[in-house]
C-alpha cells in the first residue's frame, strides 16, 4: 500500500541552498565509492592471483607462500576506513535527501518516514546529519603520482617502505 503525499511549495530554509549541500554529499558518496572500488579491486586482483598460484602448483603450501591471501595491516586498516567513509556518506546522502522532503517539500518528519519506509526515529537521526555545517573531509587513500602515471596506485608506507598495489 502506497502513500501519496502533496509536496507544498516552500520557500527554502537556512543560507546555504539545499541544491548545492546535496550536490556536495553526491560528491562526498562518489569519492568514498571510488576510493572503496579501488581497494576491492585490489582484492579481486590478489584473489585471482592466488587462484593462478592454486592452479599451477602441485602443493598448497607452494601457493600460499608465492602469494598471500592476507593483505598487510596497512591494507585492512584502509579497508575497514573507506568502508566506513562510504557508509558515512551514504547516511549523509540520505539525510540531505529527507531534509530536502522535510524543508523544500514541507513534509512532516512522520509523512516523510511513510513515504520512505523508515521509522520515525530513523528518519530523525538521519535528519540529524544534516545539522552539521559540512561533511567530513574523504582522504583518498591513492597515490597521485602514481596516478598519473597509468591509473590508480594504492599505496602503503610501513616505516620507510613504501608497498604499493597496483590495478
Same mark, same amino acid.
Given at each position: 500500500?502506497?502513500? =501519496?503525499?502533496?509536496?507544498? =511549495? ?16 553526491? #560528491?562526498?558518496? &562518489? ?7 579501488? +581497494? @576491492? ?12 598460484? +592454486? ?16 593483505? &598487510? ?5 584502509? @579497508? ?6 562510504? =557508509?558515512?556518506?551514504?547516511?549523509? *546522502?540520505?539525510?540531505? &535527501? ?8 514541507? +513534509?512532516?518528519? *512522520? ?19 544534516? #545539522?552539521?555545517?559540512?561533511? =567530513? ?11 598519473? &602515471? ?18
Amino acid at each position: 500500500m502506497a502513500t =501519496e503525499f502533496a509536496l507544498q =511549495e516552500v520557500e527554502p530554509a537556512g543560507d546555504e541552498s539545499h541544491r548545492s549541500r546535496y550536490s556536495d554529499r553526491l #560528491d562526498e558518496l &562518489s569519492a568514498a565509492a571510488a576510493g572503496l572500488g579501488t +581497494l @576491492l579491486d585490489a582484492l579481486v586482483t590478489n584473489a585471482d592471483q592466488m587462484r593462478r598460484e +592454486l592452479a599451477g602448483s602441485r602443493h598448497i603450501f607452494d601457493a600460499v607462500s608465492a602469494v598471500s591471501d592476507e593483505p &598487510s595491516p596497512a591494507f585492512r586498516r584502509d @579497508l575497514h576506513a573507506a568502508i566506513r567513509r562510504f =557508509e558515512r556518506a551514504m547516511q549523509n *546522502t540520505r539525510g540531505q &535527501s529527507l531534509r530536502i522532503l522535510v524543508d523544500d517539500g514541507g +513534509l512532516t518528519v *512522520t509523512e516523510v518516514a511513510r513515504a520512505v519506509n523508515l521509522s520515525v526515529q530513523m528518519v530523525k537521526r538521519l535528519l540529524a546529519t544534516t #545539522d552539521t555545517a559540512a561533511p =567530513e573531509p574523504v582522504d583518498l587513500p591513492w597515490s597521485a603520482s602514481a596516478e598519473a &602515471s597509468g591509473g590508480p596506485v594504492l599505496a602503503h608506507e610501513v616505516g620507510r617502505v613504501v608497498t604499493a598495489v597496483t590495478r
